[in-house]
């Protein structure tokens, strides 16, 4: 029986999907990082540490030709995000039995709940991001075009950015 999910939300830019280190993704969707090769589905676990030079310099290569710079938190943005997630959880009466929010990646581990673990994902990554820009600290802000109070708009892409 499942009581549980852990749940690993890599922030923008830090897990690509044909990371050398290996990846669930089933796809790469972006033509900027697929140049660097196709996904890593395996379930060989490799640190950094691990890599070759040439399997360092392709994921930096694809890093570094992403849309937008890596995301790396700080402690107000961390707390954004957590309020964030306090409120949906409050809505949706999840059980967040622990919560972990790294400069580069969260963990989460949630009680089963009647949504599927994947949108449970998706619900608490939109309410991380929406607070984030209503206390006007999200990661990427200065991106922001003149006259735009966010680069983020419902119904575009580039508002799921951040994870």
């Given at each position: 029986m499942v009581h549980g999910y852990h749940i690993v939300l890599p922030h923008y830019g830090f897990w690509l999907p044909?990371?050398?280190?290996?990846s669930w993704s089933e796809f790469v969707a972006s033509w900027e990082i697929a140049r660097f090769g196709d996904t890593t589905r395996h379930l060989e676990q490799r640190?950094?540490?691990m890599l070759s030079a040439n399997e360092?310099?392709?994921r930096e290569a694809a890093r570094q030709a992403l849309l937008y710079p890596p995301v790396a938190l700080s402690g107000d943005q961390a707390l954004s995000i957590?309020?964030?997630f306090k409120a949906q959880a409050t809505?949706?009466?999840y059980a967040i039995w622990a919560c972990s929010i790294l400069p580069e990646h969260t963990h989460l581990v949630i009680a089963r709940h009647c949504y599927k673990v994947e949108q449970i994902a998706n619900l608490l990554k939109g309410a991380a991001t929406h607070r984030l820009i209503a206390d006007g600290i999200h990661p990427l802000r200065q991106l922001c075009k003149t006259g735009q109070e966010t680069?983020?708009?419902v119904g575009s892409k580039s508002m799921r950015v951040l994870f």
């Amino acid at each position: 029986m499942v009581h549980g999910y852990h749940i690993v939300l890599p922030h923008y830019g830090f897990w690509l999907p044909n990371d050398p280190r290996g990846s669930w993704s089933e796809f790469v969707a972006s033509w900027e990082i697929a140049r660097f090769g196709d996904t890593t589905r395996h379930l060989e676990q490799r640190t950094l540490a691990m890599l070759s030079a040439n399997e360092v310099a392709l994921r930096e290569a694809a890093r570094q030709a992403l849309l937008y710079p890596p995301v790396a938190l700080s402690g107000d943005q961390a707390l954004s995000i957590a309020n964030g997630f306090k409120a949906q959880a409050t809505k949706s009466d999840y059980a967040i039995w622990a919560c972990s929010i790294l400069p580069e990646h969260t963990h989460l581990v949630i009680a089963r709940h009647c949504y599927k673990v994947e949108q449970i994902a998706n619900l608490l990554k939109g309410a991380a991001t929406h607070r984030l820009i209503a206390d006007g600290i999200h990661p990427l802000r200065q991106l922001c075009k003149t006259g735009q109070e966010t680069a983020w708009h419902v119904g575009s892409k580039s508002m799921r950015v951040l994870f």
